[in-house]
């Protein structure tokens, strides 16, 4: 019994040692991964704020890549033949279109969660051919000439339409703590838009520019102090005006709402 006992207790000294290392190793490890992945989400106080980025993107198909609330305002002949009430059109189709564009911005070092930021975009979402319904009201007046009242849908051919867009002073909300920052950003935007025609007999060219809202929601990972890259979801939304043409193309008030998709690299100086 002494020397079981003198063995077990041989035992016993040997293997608290290992089980003291092996416990040892696996706090040192865990404390490792802890402090690589801190690294990971760290961003260092350095990180410039000032920044400049390019995108490319598309614009979403569906119900709000359309002109919707289409008011038809003038017949385009004679000049001057504006209805009164407006009669109506139904909504237009717009084809998805790429998006191309830059922006460029500034956080401020004190309040480094909040920002403003200019950017610029182009698109030419393509009105598409199809049914279109237009409705005149009775008892409508024309300065200019006379319209019978009622409704009639006919094949309209398709138009080219470009949009540039102009946010001037979107306001920037992000979490700066990590290297993946969510934001958020909100401000006016200047919509300019042409419509070139394509039917042959009202060939000509419509424009508007108007003032409306740009809304984006989006994500910036920093892969370097400098580098980044970004993707983002935006809404734009305003209501344009074309006049009508001496060709006889139809004036009208149209809404533009699209939703796009959008991703890109920043350089942060």
Same mark, same amino acid.
């Not at 106080?45 to 400049?52: C, D, F, G, R």
């Given at each position: 019994m002494g020397d079981i006992d003198e063995y077990s207790d041989g035992e016993e000294v040997v293997m608290k040692p290992r089980l003291e290392r092996r416990n040892g190793l696996g706090i040192e490890m865990q404390a490792v991964w802890f402090a690589v992945f801190l690294l990971f989400l &760290?961003?260092?106080?350095?990180? +410039?704020?000032?920044?400049?980025?390019? /995108?490319? @993107?598309? =614009?979403?198909?569906?119900? %709000?890549n359309k002109l919707a609330r289409v008011d038809l305002t003038d017949l385009g002949g004679p000049p001057g033949s504006t209805l009164s009430p407006r009669g109506s059109m139904s909504g237009r189709d717009l084809a998805s279109s790429p998006v191309w564009g830059g922006k460029i911005g500034y956080y401020f070092p004190r309040v480094s969660w909040f920002g403003v930021e200019l950017e610029a975009y182009y698109t030419t979402p393509h009105?598409? /051919?199809g049914p279109t319904r237009v409705s005149i009201l009775p008892g409508t007046v024309v300065n200019g #000439?006379?319209?019978? &009242?009622? +409704?009639?849908?006919?094949?309209? *051919?398709?138009?080219?339409?470009?949009?540039?867009?102009?946010?001037?002073?979107?306001?920037?909300?992000?979490?700066?703590?990590?290297?993946?920052?969510?934001?958020?950003?909100?401000? *006016?935007?200047?919509?300019? &838009?042409?419509? %070139?025609?394509?039917?042959?007999?009202?060939?000509? =060219? /419509? &424009?508007?520019?108007?003032?409306?809202?740009?809304?984006?929601?989006?994500?910036?990972?920093?892969?370097?102090?400098?580098? +980044?890259?970004?993707?983002?979801?935006?809404?734009?939304?305003?209501?344009?005006?074309?006049?009508?043409?001496?060709? #006889?193309?139809? @004036?009208?008030?149209? =809404?533009? %709402?699209p939703i796009i998709f959008s991703f890109g690299v920043s350089y942060h100086f």
């Open positions: &760290s961003v260092s106080s350095a990180y +410039s704020e000032m920044y400049i980025g390019g /995108q490319v @993107g598309t =614009t979403f198909i569906g119900d %709000n009105i598409e /051919q #000439g006379v319209v019978a &009242s009622g +409704s009639v849908t006919n094949i309209f *051919p398709g138009d080219y339409f470009r949009v540039i867009t102009i946010a001037p002073f979107n306001l920037m909300f992000r979490y700066d703590k990590a290297r993946f920052q969510p934001y958020v950003g909100v401000g *006016p935007a200047i919509f300019l &838009s042409r419509i %070139n025609t394509t039917e042959v007999s009202f060939v000509g =060219t /419509q &424009s508007s520019t108007t003032v409306g809202v740009n809304v984006k929601l989006g994500g910036e990972y920093f892969f370097t102090k400098h580098i +980044s890259g970004y993707g983002e979801v935006r809404y734009n939304h305003t209501r344009f005006s074309f006049d009508a043409t001496d060709s #006889g193309s139809f @004036g009208f008030k149209a =809404t533009y %709402n």
